[in-house]
């Protein structure tokens, strides 16, 4: 009975994690902050997509990244599509590497340790922002420039991607521990993907 009803929690958290992305994802459409001109802002959602990596464990956070973006797309809060590998990496690899972040390791430096939350913060919002390079050095280059060259790297990895995505980073980074850090003080809720 306990295991059924641990499943049934897990379901309703899993749930509510992928409301709140989406509840996220539309206060970007309506307050976009840098918003670019083919997609790319301010992306509130991670921070939701992060703490169910970190909350119920890196399976469960990926399926609830992915949901997200799934549901998110039937109600047309992503709307850049060009082709199936576009699709892919700007947004299929994105929300699931979002979901990996409880995998990341803490890393000790003497007597200074770093927590997980943010090795997996850091690392896949680096992953993340390396699949949108690709996008736009293969979907999104600029006029005068072709796919994969020089000019598309360049206009990819610093012009278009970078200012966003570094202040995602910068967001998550802030309001992701503090929102993990305040429901764990209140013990009733274990988070199963934070290395202690």
């Known amino acids: 009975m306990n295991k ?10 899993m749930a509510f994690y992928v409301a709140l992305s989406l509840v996220l994802t539309y206060l970007n459409e309506l307050f976009p902050i840098i918003q670019m001109p083919n997609g790319g802002s301010l992306e509130y959602a991670v921070i939701a997509c992060f703490v169910a990596s970190y909350h119920l464990g890196w399976v469960r956070g990926v399926i609830v990244s992915l949901l ?4 998110g797309t039937f109600f047309g809060l992503h ?11 700007d947004y299929v690899i994105p929300y699931g590497l979002l979901g990996l972040a409880s995998l990341f390791p803490r890393i000790k430096l003497g007597n200074f340790t ?3 939350i943010y090795t997996g913060i850091v690392g896949c919002m680096f992953l993340k922002y390396a ?3 690709l996008a736009g050095v293969y ?10 060259s020089l000019g598309a790297w360049i206009y990819s990895a610093w012009t ?3 200012a966003y995505n570094l202040l995602t980073l910068a967001v998550a980074l802030i309001i992701t521990p503090i929102l993990i850090y305040s429901v764990r ?11 202690d």
Do not use: C, D
Request: glycine share 8%.
């Open 160 to 162: 278009y991607n970078l």
């Open 131 to 133: 699949s949108h390079v």
């Open 185 to 195: 003080r209140l013990h009733t809720v274990k988070f199963v993907g934070i290395k």
């Open 114 to 116: 770093i927590s997980n």
């Open 79 to 89: 709307y850049f599509y060009v082709g199936p590998m576009q699709i892919a990496l």
């Open 4 to 13: 059924t009803r641990n499943e049934v929690l897990n379901l309703v958290y």
């Open 139 to 148: 979907f999104w280059f600029p006029a005068g420039e072709a796919a994969g």
């Open 68 to 71: 997200s973006w799934v549901i």
